[in-house]
């Protein structure tokens, strides 16, 4: 089975600047993982940040940043501000229409 | 703008169905994207249920398949959810999405504000 790495925890100075990644147990992702990364704040929806690795969404600041590092998705945030403090969830194209998330990263702002 | 709510009922008996509808507005459902469901379990991560396409076509998490049907209503522009045979692991908030899933681009561009649908007796 499949399953997507994420770091359960990070930490950034306001104004600092983190790297999240997303992996894989079993293999490497690339491009064609059309990773993608989603934002989420206690009793709220996801809202979208970041597809096909490198799309921002509508409306997403451009201090939010896909790529790939190595063999994992990253989302790099620059600039970082209090209200980025959220759960930050990442996914994964398998192929054949299948979807993976992985655990989600609790970005703490301090 | 694209909206996407769902509606349902919010708890379902173990054993029985979980019906949920996603009604979409400012976009016809029988263009190009593919309509997904994606679930989160109180206090855990996200979880791809499934995907349906206009056509009808399918796509299915693999530990859900056998209980899981989605289908898509171009008439009132809405995609809906069953799940069979549901337990109390199928308590979680469910969510509609809109996928792109274009040759060179895909991932889930819209979402819903989610439903709490809770299994019990």
């Known amino acids: 089975q499949t399953v997507v790495t994420q770091e359960p925890s990070f930490s950034v100075s306001p104004g600092g600047t983190v790297t999240l990644t997303c992996g894989l147990t079993?293999?490497?992702?690339?491009?064609?993982?059309?990773s993608s990364w989603y934002q989420q704040t206690p009793g709220q929806a996801p809202r979208t940040l970041i597809y096909?690795?490198?799309i921002r969404s509508s409306g997403v600041p451009d201090r939010f940043s896909g790529s790939i590092l190595g063999n994992k998705a990253a989302l790099t945030i620059t600039g970082a501000q209090a209200d980025d403090e959220s759960e930050y969830h990442c996914?994964?194209?398998?192929?054949?229409?299948?979807?993976?998330f992985g655990g989600g990263t609790k970005l703490t702002v301090l | 703008q694209v909206q996407l709510q769902e509606s349902g009922p919010g708890l379902v008996k173990p054993s029985e169905t979980l019906s949920l509808t996603c009604g979409v507005s400012g976009y016809f459902i029988s263009g190009a994207y593919y309509w997904g469901w994606v679930r989160q379990p109180p206090g855990k991560g996200l979880e791809w249920i499934g995907s349906v396409h206009r056509s009808g076509n399918t796509y299915y998490n693999a530990s859900l398949t056998s209980r899981l049907t989605m289908s898509v209503d171009t008439s009132k522009n809405q995609f809906s959810l069953q799940l069979s045979s549901v337990t109390a692991t199928d308590t979680a908030i469910y969510y509609c999405?809109?996928?792109?899933?274009?040759?060179?681009?895909?991932?889930?561009?819209?979402w819903g504000q989610g439903t709490l649908v809770t299994v019990s007796s």
């Open positions: 999405a809109r996928i792109v899933a274009a040759a060179a681009t895909k991932g889930f561009d819209y």
């Open positions: 079993s293999g490497s992702v690339s491009t064609t993982s059309y």
């Open positions: 096909s690795t490198n």
């Open positions: 996914a994964l194209y398998l192929g054949s229409g299948i979807w993976v």
